[in-house]
Structures are given as C-alpha cells and as structure tokens.
C-alpha cells in the first residue's frame, strides 16, 4: 500500500472514530480537566502499569503532592514512598528532576510546546504528544502500543512495530493527518486499544467503530498483527534475601547504591547465590548479630524488563540490632521506607 493510501485509510477513521469516543470515553481521575500536570503525572504512572492500579496511586499522589511546585520541593524518599508498589522507580526521579526544570527555568507554569516538553527528564515523544495535544491543542500525535496496534491492523501491516524505524513511519503518517480535535483523536486511538483492539488476537471486531476500514479484519489476520519480535533476552540473578527480625520486633534495612537499578530505595539484605543455612550463620556472626533463629521461607521471583530476580527467602530472628543496619518498625515499613515490591515477596513481621 502507498504511503498516499495509507493515509487515507487512516483520515477515514478519523469521523467514526471521534463520534465512537465521544459516547464511549471512559471517566479517570485525570481526565476531569486538561491540566498538563495531571495529564503529566497520569501519562508516567501508566507507562508500564495498569488504568486500575494507577488509579488509586494517582489519587494518593495528587493528594500529597497537588502541583508541579510541591513535586520540585519533596524529597526523594517521600517521593520514591508515593510511587512504592508502582516500579521502574526511574520514572518518579525524572519527574523530579523535570518538576525542577519547570520551577527554574520556566518560573513554574508547564511549557506548552512539544519540543520544549521533549527537552524535560523522562518526557519523550510519546508523553509530550499527549500533553501537547490534550492539554495545548498542537497537532501533534502521541503514538504508544495501543496506537501502534490499531493502525498495524487498520493498515494490514506486517512490519515488526517494536522496531524504532515502523514507530517513525506510523508517527509520521499520523502527522499527515492530524485533525482540529488532536488531543481527542489521540486519547481515541488509545481508548479504542485499550478497550477494543485488544492484544493477543483477541479484539472485539464486532464493536469496533472502524471495522469496515480495517485490513486486518477484512483478511482474518487479527491474530497476526501486530507483528512484534523482540531482539532483547532477559538475564536471570539468583539471590538469598534475609529477613531479619530483631527481638525488639525491628526489621534490618539497608539503602541501595543512588546508581543502577532501583536506585535510591531501601532493602532487605541479601547475598549472591542461594546460600545455605551453615554460610548464613557465619555471615550474621561476622554482622554482629545474635541468632535466635533461622529458617527458610521459600522461594519467589520478580520480574524487570531486562533482568529477572529468583530469590531463596530466609527468616532470621535476632537477639540485638546491629550497627550494620538499619532497623524500620512495621509503621516505619509503612510509612516512611520506600521497599521495592520484589523484597515484599516475603512476609514482613
């Protein structure tokens, strides 16, 4: 198909598809107004994360933290606390470093541009078309997974859509096309992969307001497209993670490097390896630690983009706190140390 064909199979979809959203839309917190600091914060929360999950974190975070200047002036570990749970913990950094660009350098009112917006920390093409389109009016697309799969099977494409080049090409075959009501067209397109062009081949064709334009449906290739072939191999870290209890009812911490992954948060101790019983003990002797007790709780794993952790849990109960760490209350646990979800795995007190 030409690129001129294309195009206007896409500007076909664009009518039905706004006339479909405006009775289908569904209500979020952030959609109440075109704020650009909520469209902001919502657009980070929902890169990896589910609309259901998010939601009750962005109402909390909202809560805490209800503009760009209360975001540049909180700390980053009440920061990382708010987004504890949320992952790749990497997103709430950037949107500090950014809250403090918007304070400095643009006296604290969000630019309103899609080249200005790319140049903040953790905003890129996708993020600042949404804001620039939703919140300012530019005509400017905001193409993610849904919109990548809607229009592979709009135009019965079998290029490989993880590939930056077809993210490119759609992107500008979008911008051809843009209408008035950009912010709408661009929350349309991902309304309707989320809610009907489903992933896995398994879209609601018979609900879907552009059926009659889509390729895919027309030649039965739902299940095929979108093509998606990952290059990328994800490595396995075998580790020992000690939950250490004090008598005094006190779990031992520890901060993590402020580089690398989850970066900045707090810890349960763990070694390299699945070690054994007899290995721990001499390692909590050398910690100065008293041992009451120690035994194995079985094993859980956690999931990164490009690294998995499988994890041998062991439970010690000690009779001093030492030096060594830092020992959190269950309310501190709670309140104030941020603990990424994967040492959770295993019961705390």
Same mark, same amino acid.
């Given at each position: 198909?030409?690129?001129?064909?294309?195009?206007?199979?896409?500007?076909?979809?664009?009518?039905?598809?706004?006339?479909?959203?405006? =009775?289908?839309? +569904?209500?979020?917190?952030? %959609?109440?107004?075109?704020?650009?600091?909520?469209?902001?914060?919502?657009? &980070?929360?929902?890169?990896?994360?589910?609309?259901?999950?998010?939601?009750?974190?962005?109402?909390?975070?909202?809560?805490?933290?209800?503009?760009?200047?209360?975001?540049?002036?909180?700390?980053?570990?009440?920061?990382?606390?708010?987004?504890?749970?949320? @992952?790749?913990?990497? %997103?709430?950094?950037?949107?500090?470093?950014?809250?403090?660009? *918007?304070?400095?350098?643009?006296?604290? !009112?969000?630019?309103? /541009?899609?080249?200005?917006?790319?140049?903040?920390?953790?905003?890129?093409?996708?993020?600042?078309?949404? &804001?620039?389109? *939703?919140?300012?009016?530019?005509?400017?697309?905001?193409?993610?997974?849904?919109?990548? %799969?809607?229009?592979?099977?709009?135009?019965?494409?079998?290029?490989?859509?993880?590939?930056?080049?077809?993210?490119?090409?759609?992107?500008?075959?979008?911008?051809?096309?843009?209408?008035?009501?950009? @912010?709408?067209?661009?929350?349309?397109?991902?309304?309707?992969?989320?809610?009907?062009?489903?992933?896995?081949?398994?879209?609601?064709?018979?609900?879907?307001?552009? =059926?009659?334009?889509?390729?895919?449906?027309?030649?039965?290739?739902?299940?095929?497209?979108?093509?998606?072939?990952?290059?990328? #191999? +994800?490595?396995?870290?075998?580790?020992?993670?000690?939950? &250490?209890?004090?008598?005094? @009812? !006190?779990?031992? $911490?520890?901060?993590?490097?402020?580089?690398?992954?989850?970066? @900045?948060?707090? =810890?349960?101790?763990?070694?390299?390896?699945?070690?054994?019983?007899?290995? *721990?003990?001499?390692?909590?002797?050398?910690? !100065?630690?008293?041992?009451?007790? *120690?035994?194995? $709780?079985?094993?859980?794993?956690? &999931?990164?983009? /490009?690294?998995?952790? =499988?994890?041998?849990?062991? %439970?010690?109960?000690?009779?001093?706190?030492?030096?060594?760490?830092?020992?959190?209350?269950?309310?501190? $646990? !709670?309140?104030?140390?941020?603990?990424? #979800?994967?040492?959770? /795995?295993?019961?705390?007190?």
């Amino acid at each position: 198909m030409s690129e001129g064909n294309m195009q206007e199979r896409i500007q076909s979809c664009i009518s039905p598809l706004l006339e479909w959203f405006i =009775q289908n839309r +569904r209500m979020f917190p952030w %959609r109440q107004d075109k704020d650009p600091y909520h469209v902001w914060v919502s657009e &980070i929360m929902l890169q990896q994360t589910r609309i259901e999950a998010a939601k009750e974190y962005y109402i909390r975070f909202m809560k805490e933290l209800p503009d760009v200047q209360s975001l540049c002036d909180v700390s980053q570990e009440k920061l990382l606390k708010l987004w504890e749970g949320l @992952g790749y913990y990497s %997103r709430a950094k950037n949107l500090h470093k950014a809250a403090k660009a *918007i304070v400095e350098q643009y006296s604290g !009112h969000f630019p309103d /541009h899609y080249r200005d917006l790319l140049k903040l920390s953790g905003i890129g093409e996708y993020t600042a078309g949404a &804001i620039a389109s *939703i919140c300012f009016g530019e005509k400017v697309p905001a193409v993610d997974g849904n919109v990548l %799969r809607v229009l592979s099977r709009i135009l019965g494409s079998d290029k490989n859509v993880l590939l930056p080049e077809v993210k490119k090409e759609m992107t500008a075959l979008l911008c051809a096309v843009m209408p008035e009501e950009a @912010g709408d067209f661009n929350e349309a397109l991902m309304e309707l992969g989320e809610t009907v062009c489903l992933p896995n081949g398994a879209p609601d064709c018979d609900h879907c307001p552009l =059926q009659k334009f889509c390729i895919a449906y027309e030649k039965d290739l739902t299940k095929e497209l979108p093509v998606r072939i990952k290059k990328q #191999t +994800r490595t396995t870290e075998y580790m020992t993670v000690l939950l &250490i209890v004090s008598s005094q @009812g !006190h779990i031992a $911490l520890e901060k993590r490097t402020e580089k690398g992954l989850l970066s @900045g948060m707090y =810890q349960l101790p763990n070694l390299s390896g699945r070690a054994e019983i007899d290995s *721990i003990a001499v390692i909590l002797e050398q910690w !100065h630690l008293k041992v009451l007790s *120690i035994e194995e $709780l079985g094993e859980a794993k956690h &999931i990164f983009t /490009h690294k998995e952790w =499988q994890m041998k849990g062991v %439970r010690v109960v000690t009779e001093n706190e030492s030096e060594c760490f830092l020992w959190a209350s269950k309310e501190d $646990l !709670h309140k104030k140390y941020p603990l990424p #979800t994967a040492f959770r /795995h295993f019961n705390l007190i």
